[in-house]
């Protein structure tokens, strides 16, 4: 589904230009930027909660937790790390749930800080 | 904008969430604070007034639908605007929160022509809200705005222990035919405005006002720790300040004011009379009949303020008391003990 090889169209698959556009326009790409660092701090956090609660089989937990990552990737536009996370909440884990989050959370973190460099 | 510019409260367990919604609402021009879960936002509700709140459903140690339930319990926040903002799943979660009290629902991420308008829209509920509250504590006192806001309207009384006063100005009639009417109200305005003082500052209410002749009671609808004692700070308060009032119109050249109370004490009817359309909050029984007597007497008697017995029994050792023995009221079949009191207590 998504291609690895190639830089910008890894940016363009991951991060839905129209909605960060919008979200630019809307509040400025100065506070824009603040918010993408912001999240770039806390994601990670929440991600590790998700693997904890997962450990530990905490089901409420980790609907929350997997409630947070969507709600914020819809913030950026995040469509494939939004969807993989509203799949964990609505459905609970199934074999590589994690490890798509994962994988999906790299892309869009490396997509996001291409912006802020560039 | 930006000067009719809201008080929002932005409740959120998520920063970039938080970050995002300070800032829209800021470029809306209203002013943002943020609580980072529900425990934290009553907290903040408790100590400063805020004009709406954006709720997020999801949150650790106290969430959003019990931050609905908490606002509902609470009558000072029961008319709080509430804008759920969440991304939570399942209509049955929006329909909860609606049947909470939400105002409205709106889905994450905001979108900020929706936000704008609904934010506009409850904030004029919250105006609105606030001007009806202002206009029924100017018609109905703050204690009974308040048993409307706590126990809702319902025609009917209850009995309660309370004290009454009944007070006029001495010779209104004369004096409101050598005045222009101007003057007259004048007058009558500056008695209105020292009565509600001296009486809402001892906890009682105004329940009748007729030409110069008003009628308070204390102890309904909030019960107050003595009665008697309230009624008669409150009579002496108003007697002193009507005095000062009084010799600065002498020293103009104008007639002298006085006025005459009466206060009785004991069981009373305390309740909302009238019609579904048109009501009053009012006290009625023998202690209101008695109270009236008692301040047509003090003209026949010439003193300020007469007691009956059971408010003389309520009052503190440090009040000069002088009795009158007994008067025999029409209406009343036993004669009554009664007692004077000086307006100033020396």
Redesign the interface.
């Known amino acids: 589904m998504f291609r690895n090889d190639d830089g910008t169209r890894m940016t363009n698959n991951t991060i839905d230009q129209a909605?960060y556009g919008e979200?630019e326009e809307?509040?400025?790409a100065d506070?824009v930027a603040?918010?993408v660092a912001?999240?770039l701090d806390?994601a990670p956090g929440m991600i590790a909660d998700l693997h904890d609660a997962a450990t530990q089989q905490d089901d409420d937990r980790l609907r929350?937790a997997a409630?947070?990552i969507?709600?914020?990737a819809?913030?950026f536009g995040a469509a494939a790390l939004a969807e993989i996370a509203?799949r964990i909440?609505?459905d609970g884990l199934d074999a590589d749930s994690l490890k798509i989050l994962d994988t999906e959370y790299a892309r869009t973190s490396a997509a996001l800080k291409a912006k802020l460099d560039g | 904008m930006a000067n009719d510019g809201g008080r929002l409260l932005i409740v959120d367990?998520?920063?970039?969430?938080r970050?995002?919604l300070s800032?829209?609402v800021e470029?809306l021009g209203h002013r943002a604070s943020v609580a980072e879960n529900g425990r934290i936002a009553m907290e903040m509700l408790a100590t400063e007034p805020f004009d709406l709140l954006l709720l997020d459903i999801?949150m650790?140690e106290m969430d959003g639908f019990e931050v609905l339930e908490a606002l509902k319990a609470e009558p000072a926040l029961r008319d709080l605007p509430v804008i759920v903002t969440s991304?939570?799943?399942g209509l049955d979660n929006i329909v909860r929160c609606i049947e909470l009290g939400a105002e409205d629902y709106l889905p994450?991420?905001v979108n900020?022509v929706l936000l704008k308008a609904r934010v506009s829209s409850g904030l004029e509920k919250k105006r609105l809200r606030d001007e009806q509250k202002e206009l029924l504590r100017r018609f109905a006192t703050s204690e009974v705005a308040q048993d409307l806001e706590e126990s809702g309207f319902a025609i009917g009384g209850q009995r309660v222990y309370a004290s009454v006063l009944f007070c006029d100005i001495r010779g209104f009639t004369a004096l409101s035919e050598d005045q222009s009417p101007e003057a007259v109200i004048e007058v009558l305005n500056v008695y209105y405005a020292l009565s509600f003082e001296a009486i809402s500052s001892n906890g009682g209410i105004v329940t009748l006002m007729i030409g110069d002749g008003l009628m308070a009671v204390f102890g309904a609808p909030q019960a107050v720790e003595n009665p008697a004692q309230s009624a008669v700070s409150a009579a002496q308060n108003l007697m002193e300040m009507m005095s000062d009032f009084s010799r600065e119109r002498v020293a103009n050249g104008e007639a002298g004011i006085r006025l005459g109370a009466g206060i009785a004490t004991g069981e009373v009817v305390a309740g909302y009379a009238g019609t579904d359309q048109r009501a009053t909050y009012t006290c009625i029984g023998t202690t209101v009949n008695l109270a009236a007597r008692l301040e047509t007497h003090t003209k026949t008697a010439d003193c300020e303020i007469l007691i009956d017995e059971e408010t003389r029994a309520g009052l503190s050792d440090d009040v000069s008391v002088r009795p009158m023995g007994q008067v025999s009221f029409k209406g009343f079949s036993a004669p009554v003990d009664i007692s004077s009191i000086n307006p100033a207590d020396e």
């Open positions: 909605v979200l809307a509040t400025g506070f603040e918010l912001t999240f806390e929350r409630h947070s969507k709600s914020n819809n913030v509203r909440e609505l | 367990d998520n920063k970039v969430n970050l995002l800032r829209n470029l999801e650790p991304s939570v799943e994450k991420p900020k």
